[in-house]
């Protein structure tokens, strides 16, 4: 396998599951950043919010090799 050096996202999620977008508000569902992952020590750490959809973009750095 490859080590995970960088994770980016985005994320779709509203204050209600039933939240959608109209044309007099068409904002109200929309890509934002995800800023909840985390990578330390070869571990990653995502918190997914209630009600939404993450996107995630991981980067491979180096061969890990196993001892």
Known sequence: GRKVVEASGRVLTAA??????????PETV????????????????????AKSVVALSLSAGSQITNP
Not at 30 to 49: D, G, N, S
């Open 16 to 25: 209600t599951v039933y939240a959608h977008n109209t044309f007099d508000e």
């Open 30 to 49: 929309r890509p934002l950043p995800f800023t909840a992952v985390t990578l330390a020590e070869q571990r990653l750490t995502i918190q997914l919010p």
